[in-house]
């Protein structure tokens, strides 16, 4: 799904309530891979792709507190920093979220290659 371009970076991507609880959706926004989650009202979003396979499946992972837990190889992200649980296999980028008038609005990191 695409969203549309705000000014101040933010893209508008969904409203709160089309968001299921303790489950995951995928989205596209300005080319980048995002999976969004809801847990408890709160939401997050994070990049969808896996650091361990490069597995777009984030958004395919379950909740454990506030962790999303890869559905491919158990690999646990905390969904407010992005880092693993346990170990040091990677990281996803945590994305800057707003609610504005029950409307969620997320800020992509955008990934430079340096060559």
């Given at each position: 799904?695409?969203?549309?371009?705000?000014?101040?970076?933010y893209?508008?991507?969904?409203?709160?309530?089309?968001?299921?609880?303790?489950?995951?959706?995928?989205?596209?926004?300005?080319?980048?891979?995002?999976?969004?989650?809801?847990?408890?009202g709160?939401?997050?979003?994070?990049?969808?792709?896996?650091?361990?396979?490069?597995?777009?499946i984030?958004?395919?992972?379950?909740?454990?507190?506030?962790?999303?837990?890869?559905?491919?190889?158990?690999?646990?992200?905390?969904?407010?920093?992005?880092?693993?649980?346990?170990?040091?296999?990677?990281c996803?980028?945590?994305?800057?979220?707003?609610?504005?008038?029950?409307?969620?609005?997320?800020?992509?990191?955008?990934?430079?290659?340096?060559?």
């Amino acid at each position: 799904m695409n969203s549309k371009h705000q000014d101040n970076g933010y893209y508008k991507v969904c409203k709160v309530k089309d968001l299921p609880e303790k489950s995951g959706r995928r989205f596209f926004i300005d080319d980048v891979d995002i999976a969004l989650f809801k847990i408890d009202g709160e939401v997050f979003a994070v990049n969808n792709v896996c650091p361990h396979q490069h597995a777009a499946i984030i958004y395919d992972g379950f909740i454990e507190d506030k962790h999303i837990v890869c559905p491919s190889h158990g690999w646990m992200f905390n969904l407010e920093t992005g880092k693993m649980k346990l170990g040091n296999g990677g990281c996803l980028d945590v994305h800057k979220i707003k609610v504005e008038d029950g409307e969620v609005f997320v800020k992509p990191v955008k990934k430079e290659l340096k060559w």
